[in-house]
């Protein structure tokens, strides 16, 4: 449901209000909003990891520090493209585009608030987890291409890690899908206006929270560009704008493992006073705080214990989690 | 030479590259000095200490001297990286690793030869010397020095400083003088 | 962790890649290079390639007279530069048979002390920053800044120290240090409390470091290890305590160990060292007696001819200056016994069969410092 | 000062050392002056025998090295131990300048690496080593550094009164 179906606005806007153009228009909105998102949180992963350790983080580009990331990415633009020689030249350019193309398709179906969606997707987060698979791909084209031992190792353990960690996160998803009997993310945050399903379903959201984070390579899931054994994982041979790329891709994939917690178990743009959107986006960088939070006093985990824990702990604990609440749902 | 603000990539004087570089927009100044700009104020260090100043590097990025104020984020892997600081003495055993860094990181990069020997050997350099190389600049051409055994972690942040003035105002500068310079002739 | 044994040699010649965690590593504490061959992630041989910082010291020695080779030993292990420092000049005085004022042995005891506390804060938290914790390398280096600043007071420099003379030190503690240190040590105290919850106890950690690279006893006495790594694997052997030196005798405080010899056990004997070397810090300070800070010795020291091997606790173990002297003003030979050079080796009985995660768990809990191993 | 402990150590390692090296000259020195309990002078050979005699009472290896005496080189071995009282041996061996003494690596690991540094800075050759290449010095490199005819040292020039 979103501001398009509202029956009025077709006579007001007739042409613009058609489904064509509100999509257009959403999809130029998530272009603008998806840099500038990344750019903020760049910015603020670096003050929060300063302040975490006791130092002020960017302080001398623009007021506090504020523009700190725009330079970066100007810098980075006036890098030189290297391409290093025995690379596999066209999986090595294509490699970038592909793992941002997925992360700006994710922000579709995200429910901001009642009226501010760009399209209700009737398969809702099912389009979002099958498009964030494609990303892994191109983390492996990238680690394979760029004809180096160590980004090759991160770019297996990225394929091994988001293979591990796709099952849990769609079966802690499945008992809401029950419970809302609907996929689409507008359906489900509506759903949660009495009690956010966070209460119904406390061990599922652990495991999703658990699942993302793993998902999108952060904190004691870092395995894949851990710095301090694979110098910088699949993206050691990346230089100027291309590597950024990844970058970009790494923190949007981030925003919507959040956005979707919020609409998940956080009750989407429920809340008290303000309009729901601010509240959509209030939790969405909670969230964001907490996995920067964690990425910055935990260690990484090593290898083989990543993929014991998701096979060995996280699978079977979602399988019993849906089994109780398929059992509730049909005493109920 | 009439300096035109140098173009985008400008390899460190006339070191060759190992890759061709990518189309340059030249000329325009006010764009060249924000890249400029945005070069120097987002250097990139490598992680390469050699000897006792990569301890006063790693000084450097610690809570008290923090050079993240200045957006400098060391960074593992040499094709990431702008600033190669050359900490330590280079004993002849390093020098080829050295050359093989220096050629990997991507154009517009800078040196810096910290420490007295990076600079020409310091307390290890005396004629009968077989280990190490008398400074930094032997190998790869060097944009600051510092100096000091090992020199405090305010030097270093000094020569980043120094570092950012002369790829800044120093080409503004030069520009200016080749004006003058141009000027006259003409007269 | 994958026994090799039971892979045959055929099957693992053709899946075996060579991959140098190379002498540019953020994770090598230097340049050092590890030639690790691999089968996958596994760990089949290591072989550490050293040499990357050899700076010539011992063929420095044979041209300088004694006093000009005084700033040569902080800059072999310059996280323990002042008790490297303090080493060679009681070798030297053991050579001439100089005797050293109390109040001097007082000063180096202190001194060597924070100076320890500093070299651990640095080997215990780049260990955690190897397993990629990066929030305690800050903490642990802002702590160590507070050492610094105390031996800077004194001895004018952060890192490389040439505080110790033949005969004493240099000049006398201030008024501000003796504060300054007393300040410190309770400052120190109350910090304990913060690594034991972020690290101590943080469950990743434990589990990162647990039964990873385990040095059995025999090991290391074959491999001739020495310090906090061989403590880690329960032997008793502590240089201040075993060959007490120095003012060693006159304090008290015991030597931690622990039994399981993993990368866990060597780190919590290093984080209990802090505890110990605080608690001499203290007593030092407590009975500082007064008198002379350097005893009457010509300008330049000729000692009679002969050799001596003098032996001291450094931050990484036994470190030691064998002094081989011809009666004239300039040493015959002087060869420096580096305890890193030793502890390194058992890698390579040790590694085979870890994950490559764990080889830069074991590198960095082993605590070496390249220069040292180069000399 | 001598602890009893230390003393019944020494007179059984005499006797020990004495029954497995009975050509060497075993001789106790003073440990306030020299820092070593017990020399054992060799000249022969021997080093083999010392080294499992001293493993047996379970020493520790501490150091190898040699000294060039222009004639001929001296190799040290120093041995140590932490398991009952602390006690240090040093092993004297004087042999020709192109003598290729057996190492002793078979029995203490740790001398691989010691022997291949005194290979690397004295060009001796030991026989049975594993792998006698360089270790520190550029695999490259054709110099032995820490000879007394290479380099600046007191035998090339005159240096006894270097004051800069």
């Not at chain 3, 008790?83 to 005797?99: D, P, R, S, T, W």
Request: glycine share 8%; hydrophobic share 45%.
């Amino acid at each position: 449901m979103n501001i398009t179906q509202l029956p009025y606005i077709k006579d007001i806007y007739g042409f613009l209000g058609s489904d064509v153009m509100s999509g257009l228009v959403g999809l130029l909105i998530i272009a603008a909003l998806v840099p500038l998102n990344v750019a903020a949180l760049v910015l603020v992963e670096r003050k929060v990891a300063g302040h975490i350790q006791l130092r002020p983080g960017p302080m001398e580009v623009g007021p506090h520090g504020i523009l700190q990331t725009l330079i970066d990415a100007v810098k980075l633009l006036g890098k030189e493209m290297v391409t290093p020689g025995l690379t596999d030249k066209p999986l090595y350019w294509l490699s970038p585009i592909i793992v941002v193309a997925p992360a700006f398709v994710g922000f579709i179906p995200l429910p901001f608030s009642p009226l501010v969606q760009i399209k209700d997707v009737n398969v809702g987060f099912l389009l979002i987890f099958s498009f964030s698979s494609i990303g892994v791909i191109s983390i492996l084209m990238g680690g394979w291409a760029s004809n180096n031992k160590y980004s090759l190792i991160g770019a297996v353990r990225s394929v091994a890690q988001n293979v591990a960690y796709e099952i849990p996160l769609l079966l802690s998803v499945m008992p809401i899908v029950m419970m809302t009997n609907t996929f689409k993310l507008g359906e489900i945050a509506q759903a949660q206006s009495g009690l956010w399903f966070i209460f119904y379903q406390p061990i599922a959201a652990i495991i999703f929270f658990i699942a993302t984070t793993a998902e999108t390579n952060r904190a004691p899931f870092d395995l894949v560009e851990g710095e301090s054994e694979l110098v910088s994982g699949f993206h050691t041979e990346y230089t100027g704008m291309r590597f950024s790329l990844f970058f970009l891709a790494e923190y949007t994939n981030m925003v919507i493992a959040a956005a979707l917690f919020t609409t998940f178990f956080l009750g989407g743009w429920y809340g008290p006073v303000l309009p729901g959107a601010v509240w959509f986006f209030a939790k969405t960088y909670f969230l964001l705080f907490v996995v920067m939070w964690m990425r910055w006093t935990y260690p990484r985990i090593r290898f083989d214990q990543l993929m014991n824990f998701a096979w060995k702990v996280l699978i079977p604990i979602a399988l019993v989690n849906l089994f109780i609440t398929a059992i509730v749902l049909k005493v109920l | 030479m009439e300096v035109k603000g140098s173009p985008i990539c400008l390899p460190s004087k006339g070191y060759q590259v190992e890759a061709q570089e990518s189309p340059a927009v030249v000329g325009f100044v006010p764009v060249q000095d924000l890249l400029n700009l945005a070069r120097v104020n987002a250097l990139w260090p490598l992680t390469f200490g050699i000897a006792c100043c990569a301890i006063e590097m790693m000084a450097a990025g610690v809570a008290r001297f923090d050079w993240d104020r200045f957006g400098i984020i060391p960074r593992g892997t040499p094709r990431q990286a702008d600033v190669m600081v050359v900490a330590g003495t280079i004993p002849h055993k390093l020098v080829s690793t050295i050359k093989t860094l220096y050629d990997q990181m991507p154009a517009p990069k800078y040196v810096i030869a910290m420490g007295n020997c990076a600079i020409s050997g310091g307390p290890f350099s005396y004629d009968g010397q077989y280990a190490i190389v008398n400074g930094a600049d032997k190998i790869i051409p060097v944009d600051v020095y510092i100096p000091g055994c090992p020199p405090r972690p305010e030097a270093l942040l000094q020569g980043f400083i120094k570092i950012q003035t002369k790829y800044t105002k120093g080409i503004i500068d030069a520009n200016r003088r080749a004006e003058k310079a141009a000027r006259r002739a003409k007269k | 962790m994958l026994n090799i044994k039971t892979i045959d040699d055929a099957t693992i010649n053709q899946r075996v890649y060579q991959l140098n965690l190379g002498p540019q590593h953020p994770s090598t504490h230097g340049v050092m290079h590890l030639l690790l061959t691999l089968d996958g992630e596994v760990v089949v041989k290591i072989e550490p390639i050293i040499g990357y910082s050899h700076r010539g010291h011992e063929k420095m020695a044979e041209n300088r007279i004694y006093e000009q080779y005084l700033p040569n030993p902080a800059r072999m292990d310059y996280l323990s530069g002042m008790i490297f420092n303090h080493g060679y000049c009681m070798a030297v005085e053991k050579l001439c048979g100089i005797e050293v004022p109390r109040r001097a042995e007082y000063i180096r005891v202190i001194t060597s002390e924070l100076n320890r506390i500093a070299s651990h804060f640095i080997g215990t938290m780049d260990y955690a920053m190897g397993l990629g914790a990066i929030t305690p390398f800050l903490w642990g280096w802002d702590d160590r800044e507070n050492i610094l600043d105390l031996l800077e007071m004194i001895s004018g420099s952060r890192l490389t120290y040439s505080y110790g003379r033949f005969g004493g030190v240099r000049n006398d503690i201030t008024k501000e240090f003796y504060d300054g240190t007393r300040k410190f040590i309770d400052r120190l105290r109350s910090r304990f409390w913060d690594y034991e919850n972020l690290i101590n106890q943080n469950v990743i950690f434990i589990k990162r470091s647990k039964e990873v690279g385990v040095i059995s006893k025999e090991d290391a006495l074959a491999f001739g290890v020495t310090g906090p790594t061989l403590r880690g694997s329960g032997v008793k052997y502590d240089v201040r305590k075993n060959e007490p030196y120095s003012a060693y005798p006159e304090f008290k405080f015991e030597i931690p160990t622990r039994k399981e010899g993993d990368c866990l056990a060597r780190y919590q004997v290093r984080m209990a060292e802090l505890e110990q070397s605080v608690n001499i810090i203290e007593q030092a300070l407590d009975h500082l007696p007064p008198g002379p800070v350097r005893a009457k010795v010509p300008r330049f020291v000729t000692p009679p001819e002969g050799d001596c091997y003098v032996t001291f606790e450094s931050a990484r173990g036994a470190a030691g200056f064998y002094i081989v002297s011809d009666g004239t003003r300039v040493p015959y030979r002087i060869k420096v016994r580096a305890p890193s050079f030793s502890n390194l080796f058992v890698l390579t009985k040790i590694c085979p069969g870890h994950f490559l995660a764990d080889i830069v768990a074991i590198f960095g809990s082993i605590d070496v410092t390249v220069p040292e191993i180069d000399r | 000062m001598l602890t009893a402990g230390q003393k019944k150590l020494l007179v059984e390692l005499k006797s020990s050392l004495a029954e497995a090296v009975p050509e060497g000259q075993i001789s106790e020195s003073d440990y306030a002056k020299k820092g070593y309990h017990l020399e054992v002078r060799l000249d022969k050979g021997g080093l083999r025998r010392v080294a499992q005699t001293m493993l047996d009472k379970r020493f520790m290896l501490e150091t190898v090295t040699a000294v060039d005496f222009i004639d001929s080189f001296e190799l040290v071995y120093l041995y140590a131990t932490y398991y009952h009282q602390y006690c240090r041996v040093l092993t004297r061996i004087r042999i020709a300048k192109d003598a290729q003494p057996y190492s002793v690596s078979a029995i203490y690991p740790a001398a691989i690496w010691l022997e291949r540094e005194v290979y690397d800075f004295f060009g001796i050759r030991f026989q049975e080593h594993p792998d006698l290449k360089r270790i520190i010095n550029p695999d490259d490199a054709d110099y032995f550094p820490l000879l007394k005819n290479f380099g600046k040292t007191k035998f090339t020039d005159q240096i006894d009164d270097i004051l800069c």
